[in-house]
């Protein structure tokens, strides 16, 4: 299964983005995380394959929405309110599986989109 992420760009702080991430075949959970320079990647949000669940990293709760559509085998992150400590590359995964485990421990990833926030 190959993810094919979209929907990054230049944004100023208090905007908003919304990145998609296409699948080729059926995946499970699927989530994102992001990578800024110089630190590591970091998870951001999941959702379950049924999209009754969803976990989002402290750091965005109550700004991003993680939803999905089955029927397009794609995810979306709705970021609201975005701040410049957003900016990253965000990498869409997701699992061959039924899994509870939702952070960690995904199978197929992304190229990554590149989300800058202005101050």
């Known amino acids: 299964v190959q993810l094919q992420a979209s929907g990054g760009g230049l944004v100023q702080a208090g905007g908003s983005l919304r990145l998609s991430c296409a699948a080729s075949?059926?995946?499970?959970?699927m989530g994102w995380f992001r990578q800024a320079p110089g630190k590591e990647r970091e998870f951001v949000a999941a959702?379950?394959?049924?999209?009754?669940?969803?976990y989002y990293a402290d750091s965005v709760k109550g700004r991003f929405t993680i939803s999905r559509d089955n029927a397009k085998n794609t995810v979306y992150l709705q970021m609201n309110s975005l701040k410049p400590e957003d900016t990253a590359v965000y990498y869409c995964?997701?699992?061959?599986?039924?899994?509870?485990?939702?952070?960690?421990?995904?199978?197929?990833w992304g190229q990554g989109t590149q989300v800058t926030v202005s101050s």
């Open positions: 995964a997701g699992k061959r599986t039924i899994s509870t485990i939702l952070k960690t421990e995904y199978d197929y």
């Open positions: 959702i379950s394959w049924s999209g009754g669940s969803t």
């Open positions: 075949g059926r995946t499970y959970a």
